[in-house]
């Protein structure tokens, strides 16, 4: 029976006198890949920072399964104690755009530190978690070797592979095929429902369409720092209801 793994509900966010995020809603359950899309600057990008607390909501309130990550007062958020972002935090991966993977580690210890210095593994242990991850991705065999003598596809595994050894609820992926040719999008999508499938829910900020296609079981489109349509993969892309979404698909799949 799926669950919900995260909730968002009137989500806000203002920087000085812009308004950037406001009355965002969505939630994502355990097995599902919902994908925002939409223009540049509309606020994909700091919902995705909001959503990770890397950036903090102004106003709504979000949680992380049980935990109840802010709540709302007067119409702001106000966050839990330390202790529950912090294990908000745990259970939300993020892999990057550039996948921000320590260029002077190998591949092995760039999955093996953090799992020692966040959630305090033996050195035994969170080789055998990186082993796991890394044989599933395919990249065990590569597993001494540095980012730089990867290819941008193989550092997107292994940036993966390091998000899934933290055992995260949800994960999150920031322009994932930007650096990839259309055959490696594919098997980027295909890789994405397989986690799902395995349980864990995935949201995607992409531009491209195909893409979102190919790996979404749901897709959000987002105007003006809020989202002006969600629905199906097959609603959205053959059937959309807004105008701003029949604009930008128009563009876009031009």
Known sequence: MPKEVVIVRKGKKIFGDNVV??????????????????????????LLRCMTMLEFFDGGTLEYEELKVCTEKDGKSVYAKPDVLNEARRRCGLVFQNF?????????QNIVRPLKTVLKKSEEE????AKKHLEELDMLGRADMVPCDLSGGQQQRVAIA????????????D?????????????VAMLIRDI???????????????????????VAIM????FVEKGTVQQI???????????FLSTDLL
């Open 21 to 46: 995020l406001h009355d965002v809603d969505f939630a994502v359950d355990d097995d599902e890949v919902m994908t925002i899309i939409g223009p540049s600057g509309v606020g994909k990008s700091t």
């Open 100 to 108: 921000n993977l320590f260029p002077h580690y190998t591949v092995m």
């Open 126 to 129: 969170a080789r055998e978690i």
């Open 162 to 173: 390091r998000a899934l050894a933290m055992n995260p609820a949800v994960l999150y992926f």
């Open 175 to 187: 322009e994932p095929t930007s650096a990839l040719d259309p055959r490696l999008s594919r098997e």
């Open 196 to 218: 799902a499938k395995s349980g864990i829910g995935i949201v995607i900020v992409t531009h491209d369409m195909k893409f979102a296609r190919d790996a979404s079981d749901y």
């Open 223 to 226: 105007h003006g720092g809020t």
């Open 237 to 247: 892309f053959e059937n959309p209801q807004s105008q701003i979404t029949k604009e």
